[in-house]
């Protein structure tokens, strides 16, 4: 048994996607993976019981054309199975997951920043007074743009902020 085997044998699935906190997509992606991985262990398994040699000796006692199974059995004596380098995929592989995992710490950290930053938003909007009880002075020192944009409305002589009357009309009973 390789190392390989070895190491995909101790993977204990059910905790891999609690562990690293994966859902959606990711997860479901994991999921069928891991079902992939069940299916081929299985059929390697019912392979692996099934018997590897072939009876040429009861084929010639069925058969008649006895030349064919001459050559059936020159070619399986002969037979040498590919062999193929995966050493290259392999290190493809593993450049994709340190990509991958690079990508991940950098998400991580945005989103802990920002995360951080909407938590301080958060408890600025909870800790504030209620807007009833703020006065013209607070916000004009929140706000100084405020205070000038009306002083400029003052200076030239308009009294209300364009667009006020359309959206708020005068009601008057005559």
């Known amino acids: 048994m ?3 085997t070895r190491a995909a044998a101790k993977l204990d699935w059910s905790k891999i996607g609690s562990q690293l906190g994966l ?3 990711t997860a479901s992606s ?3 993976f891991k079902q992939r991985n069940d299916n081929a262990r299985r059929r390697v ?3 692996q019981s099934q018997p590897q040699t072939v009876d ?3 084929y010639r006692s069925v058969l008649k054309n006895q030349d064919v199974i001459k050559e059936i059995e020159q070619y399986y004596k002969t037979f040498q199975p590919k062999t193929y380098d995966v050493s290259k995929q392999i290190k493809a592989i593993e450049s994709f997951e340190q990509v991958a995992l690079k990508n991940a710490e950098e998400t991580k950290s945005k989103v802990q920043v920002e995360l951080r930053s909407l ?3 958060l408890g600025d909007i909870e800790g504030a007074r209620p807007w009833e009880e703020t006065t013209v002075d607070e916000l004009a020192e929140a706000a100084p743009e405020i ?3 009306t002083e400029e409305l ?3 002589g308009r009294w209300m902020p364009p667009g006020y009357e359309d959206k708020f009309p005068r009601l008057s009973v005559l």
């Open 2 to 4: 390789s190392q390989t």
């Open 23 to 25: 859902k959606g997509q």
């Open 30 to 32: 994991l999921s069928a």
């Open 45 to 47: 398994q019912e392979l």
């Open 56 to 58: 040429f000796e009861h």
């Open 119 to 121: 938590e301080k938003a």
């Open 147 to 149: 205070d000038k944009y």
């Open 154 to 156: 003052v200076k030239k």
